[in-house]
């Protein structure tokens, strides 16, 4: 470990003062929890659990694919601003994850145990969104400068994780619909073409 | 996701059941003297012993959580969209091997005796409630057509009306929606046709005008809005086998041991609660019913 630390260029770089671009954005992204709570509180929905496992599920995904949007926004646009949000909108898809997966686990299953592990083996859909919530953990903990600086170019490596997450959360939601696949295609092809967007890019450019 | 608006009456505002009702009987007691009680009750039913003395949900949890997909796929969508379908003039044909067959009218089949049948209703999707339905015995109407010894099968048949119904103009599924029972099964007195809910018409997003209640199988196969019954000999094709047989058979007896591959279905939850509860074999309706099926291997002919 070194004892001699610079002060983090990421920092430093900026004066001191409120970012209120970054306090925007926070808040706008408390907004579904908000309404999700209001909507559970008020009693409009008539299958609560059902609601939440969704609501949380849908908005993991979306953070998911906002977070990974962000690059090829700079990329097109030259702006970048956008960067300095993406991290707080990946720790905001794991902080709906761990909301989807807690409200299964205490909500749904009741701590059921061995229901659970039953479930996680038999059934693909939740073996990938399990899988999907495992992966994301240590991209979580790992967020912060300290390990951006202790795993240096690693921290980038692992970070790469996001594209399989993306891919088993899709998978997940297309897995459990019954029958109508309208949203996990919409999901899908947003995915699709952000990742496609880097496929691209990596070809053209050796 | 589809965003559900929160409602906007406040549940202090609501009627309670139990004062709808008495007002509802106070009228009827007072006015019985003048006129009779049937041009007043929307739809009454005598009460039944084969109903549950389970508590049932509550008329807006009935006619506003949905598996309907003629009006979409999301649950809230058919109490939005039902209201476009017209139920009148509707007429039901039935046929096949029949002795007598012919078409009948709704009118005619809302002066069947009627009965009130509080049943518990199991989704395949791990979810149940308690409905009281108003409905007379599908087999009081196939007595009627003088069944002749060929029909082994009942197939149901649900109208096919794009116009009136959007979730039609999407093909989730192959239209129109087609559901079946055995002849026994269909003769079984539990098996109802139902014409209303909660004293009175069935909403649209339940069925109107006229609907199968079989209270031990899924609720996917009591099929909604039927025009059609046809006695046949063989075993019919249905709606959800023909989309995906591995997960949805042609019988579907609620069954706590046979895992939907998506749902485990030992436990349910009732609408309204908070913990789940185990599921019953046949809904709970076993000692009815699970004589229907000695002999048959439930895990094959899931």
Redo the contacts between chains.
């Keep these: 470990m070194t004892t001699l630390r610079m002060k983090n260029p990421a920092t430093s770089r900026q004066p001191v003062r409120f970012n209120w671009l970054k306090i925007a954005v926070f808040l706008l992204a408390l907004l579904p929890l908000a309404r999700a709570a209001w909507i559970v509180l008020s009693g409009a929905a008539i299958n609560p659990v059902e609601f939440i496992t969704r609501s949380t599920g849908t908005w993991t995904l979306s953070f998911l694919l906002i977070t990974l949007a962000i690059s090829p926004l700079r990329q097109l646009s030259g702006w970048s601003w956008p960067l300095r949000l993406r991290r707080m909108l990946g720790l905001y898809a794991f902080f709906y994850g761990s909301l989807h997966f807690t409200t299964y686990i205490w909500l749904d299953q009741f701590f059921d145990w061995p229901g659970m592990l039953h479930d996680i083996a038999k059934r693909p859909f939740i073996t990938v969104g399990f899988a999907a919530m495992l992966l994301m953990t240590p991209l979580a903990i790992t967020s912060t400068q300290g390990w951006m600086r202790r795993l240096k170019r690693n921290w980038g490596r692992l970070h790469r994780l996001i594209y399989p997450i993306a891919l088993l959360g899709v998978l997940h939601y297309w897995w459990l619909v019954k029958k109508d696949l309208t949203q996990p295609l919409l999901y899908g092809s947003v995915l699709a073409v952000l990742l496609g967007w880097r496929l691209y890019r990596r070809l053209r450019q050796p | ?1 589809l ?5 906007d009456i406040a ?1 202090s505002e609501i009627t309670p059941e139990g004062v709808y009702f008495n007002r509802r009987q106070f009228m009827l007691g007072s006015a019985g003297l003048l006129l009779s009680g049937e041009t007043l009750a929307a739809l009454a039913g005598k009460k039944s012993p084969l109903s549950s003395a389970d508590k049932p949900n509550s008329l ?2 009935i006619s ?2 949905n598996n309907y ?1 003629e009006f979409g ?1 999301d ?1 809230s969508e058919p109490a939005m969209y039902a209201g476009s379908l017209k139920t009148r003039p509707w007429n039901v044909v039935v046929d096949g091997e029949v002795g007598k067959a012919r078409s009948f009218g709704i009118e005619e089949l809302l002066k069947q005796p009627l009965e009130e049948r509080i049943y518990r209703l199991r989704c395949v ?1 791990g ?1 149940s409630m308690v409905i009281p339905w108003i409905g007379f015995p599908l087999a009081s109407l196939l007595k009627q057509v003088a069944p002749t010894s060929r029909a082994k099968y009942v197939a149901f048949e649900t109208l096919q009306r794009p116009a009136e119904m959007p979730g039609q103009r999407s093909r ?2 192959d239209w129109p929606y087609r559901e079946g029972l055995r002849m026994d099964e269909a003769m079984h007195p539990l098996t109802i046709l139902a014409v209303g809910l909660y004293n009175d018409v069935l909403p649209n997003q339940n069925g109107a005008p006229i609907r199968l209640v079989v209270p031990w199988k899924y609720g996917f196969k009591s099929i909604k809005s039927i025009v059609r019954i046809h006695l046949q000999e063989q075993m019919p094709a249905t709606s959800w086998n023909m ?2 047989a591995r997960e949805y058979g042609f019988y579907s007896n609620v069954n706590p041991d046979v ?1 939907h ?2 749902w ?1 279905q ?1 436990s349910e ?1 009732r ?1 309204g609660e908070f ?2 509860r185990k599921t019953l074999p046949f809904n709970g309706y076993g000692d009815q019913v699970a004589s229907l099926y000695r002999g048959m291997d439930l895990r094959r002919n899931f």
């Design positions: 996701m965003i559900q608006k929160p409602a549940p807006k949890e506003t959580y997909y796929t649950k999707e979810w989730v599924l989309a995906n895992d591959p998506r485990s030992a939850r609408i913990l789940k």
